[in-house]
T-cell receptor, first 109, second 113 residues
Framework: GQNIDQPTEMTATEGAIVQINCTYQTSGFNGLFWYQQHAGEAPTFLSYNVLDGLEEKGRFSSFLSRSKGYSYLLLKELQMKDSASYLCAVLDSNYQLIWGAGTKLIIKP | ETGVTQTPRHLVMGMTNKKSLKCEQHLGHNAMYWYKQSAKKPLELMFVYNFKEQTENNSVPSRFSPECPNSSHLFLHLHTLQPEDSALYLC????????????FGPGTRLTVL
């Protein structure tokens, strides 16, 4: 079966750095998305990776290793507003989008 | 604001009621989606419409019935639901398919009594 694994919950301190991991076992791979979802709000797009390596966008970076079936989202200089759930989703060879259950990130002062 | 609106935001219904969820996108997209989001579970894709044609129905029970009258509007008609159908129902749109970034609405929080 197809599977996306993410930690259920993580806690970090304001101003620090946190890395949220996502591992996947899917039938093929056509890209990986990260979305952010604040409580009670819509998920919003953060990043898309299809090639190996690190993509940086301001305080957020996303890394992909296709050979390892692994991605991470790196958040730097954490702010209280970064408290949210972070969803990982993989596009498989049939262009089906497989979603992880999300990682709830709690930022403490 | 993501350009995708959903109404109502909250809905409580009995198991014998009939209700409809509405989604509207103002982004000029051609693909629209219905998802079910339950606590601590992955998003479940329910239906996909591309250029108003239904292209996917992921074994969704017939008590959920989608309707897409045009590329900007999507409905989810509900009837004789079960308590386990209580969840957040999210609508999303994308330019032309799942390879494109999806833009989500805020969701309808549905409670079935």
């Amino acid at each position: 079966g197809q599977n996306i694994d993410q930690p259920t919950e993580m806690t970090a301190t304001e101003g620090a750095i946190v890395q949220i991991n996502c591992t996947y076992q899917t039938s093929g791979f056509n890209g990986l998305f990260w979305y952010q979802q604040h409580a009670g709000e819509a998920p919003t797009f953060l990043s898309y990776n299809v090639l190996d390596g690190l993509e940086e966008k301001g305080r957020f970076s996303s890394f992909l290793s296709r050979s390892k079936g692994y991605s991470y989202l790196l958040l730097k200089e954490l702010q209280m507003k970064d408290s949210a759930s972070y969803l990982c989703a993989v596009l498989d060879s049939n262009y089906q989008l497989i979603w992880g259950a999300g990682t709830k990130l709690i930022i403490k002062p | 604001e993501t350009g995708v609106t959903q109404t109502p935001r909250h809905l409580v219904m009995g198991m014998t009621n009939k209700k409809s969820l509405k989604c509207e996108q103002h982004l000029g997209h051609n693909a629209m989606y219905w998802y079910k989001q339950s606590a601590k579970k992955p998003l479940e894709l329910m239906f996909v419409y591309n250029f108003k044609e239904q292209t996917e129905n992921n074994s969704v029970p017939s008590r959920f019935s989608p309707e897409c009258p045009n590329s900007s509007h999507l409905f989810l008609h509900l009837h004789t639901l079960q308590p386990e159908d209580s969840a957040l129902y999210l609508c999303a749109s994308s330019q032309s398919g799942v390879t494109d970034t999806q833009y989500f609405g805020p969701g309808t929080r549905l409670t079935v009594l």
